[in-house]
């Protein structure tokens, strides 16, 4: 079954503990992203990648990093976790072109106290 | 970055149509999508329409382009109290590698 899976689904953690959200797609898509959803400000774009080895950032790369070291995977690290991190987080993958459906995971819920 | 804009909140009666509306920036967009995020899930897609078509109708659903105002709507037909869900739209920018912008969602609430 074609999907996007993102671990862990659900987790807290305290503040200034290193903690990574595994993102990973079997469609062969050379397109992955990471979003943030707070309320009332949708979706916004923490980091993506055109293909392997190639990342941008997105509107809020601030306390976050990446790496595409693989075409399948695409992780999330938080260095140093604070607060105002705490979000729901989603991965996405799309196969390069316009038309391409953006596929997305079913969230990562985070919680840093 | 490019800004997508929504309303954040409509409230229709069940069996009436609902309009959510979508106004975006960046006229390089070559695709304009409607995805549907409903509650405790991710986003799936419902629809989209290539920036040379006016109009898309499937099923209950039908999108309207108006490339001039940069406007793009969302009409569901006869709306069930199943389409509660939030409701993002998402340019495709050409200028930013087909970079997908999404909007801040239309909460729809369907009342009995």
């Known amino acids: 079954e074609a999907q996007v899976t993102q671990n862990p689904r659900y987790l807290i953690t305290v503040t200034g503990k290193k903690l990574t959200v595994t993102c990973s797609q079997n469609?062969?898509?050379?397109?992955m992203s990471w979003y943030r959803q707070d309320p009332g400000l949708g979706l916004r774009q923490i980091y993506y990648?055109?293909?392997?080895?190639?990342?941008d950032k997105g509107d809020v790369p601030e306390g976050y990093k990446v790496s595409r070291k693989e075409k399948r995977n695409f992780p999330l690290i938080l260095e140093s976790p604070s607060p105002n991190q705490t979000s729901l987080y989603f991965c996405?993958?799309?196969?390069?072109?316009?038309?391409?459906?953006?596929?997305f995971g079913e969230g990562s819920r985070l919680t840093v106290l | 970055g490019e800004d997508v804009e929504q309303s954040l909140f409509l409230s229709v009666r069940e069996g009436d149509s609902s309009v959510i509306n979508c106004t975006y920036t960046d006229s390089s967009s070559t695709y304009l999508y409607w995805y549907k995020q409903e509650p405790g899930a991710g986003l799936q897609l419902l629809t989209y329409?290539?920036?040379?078509?006016d109009m898309k109708q499937d099923q209950r659903l039908t999108v309207l382009l108006n490339k001039k105002d940069k406007h793009l709507s969302l009409r569901i037909a006869d709306t069930q109290t199943g389409d509660s869900a939030i409701y993002f739209c998402?340019?495709?920018?050409?200028?930013?590698?087909?970079?997908?912008?999404f909007g801040p969602g239309t909460r729809l609430s369907v009342l009995p």
């Open positions: 998402a340019e495709s920018m050409v200028n930013y590698g087909q970079n997908f912008v």
């Open positions: 996405a993958s799309r196969l390069q072109g316009a038309s391409g459906e953006l596929f």
């Open positions: 990648s055109m293909n392997v080895e190639v990342t």
């Open positions: 469609m062969n898509h050379e397109y």
């Open positions: 329409i290539f920036s040379n078509m």
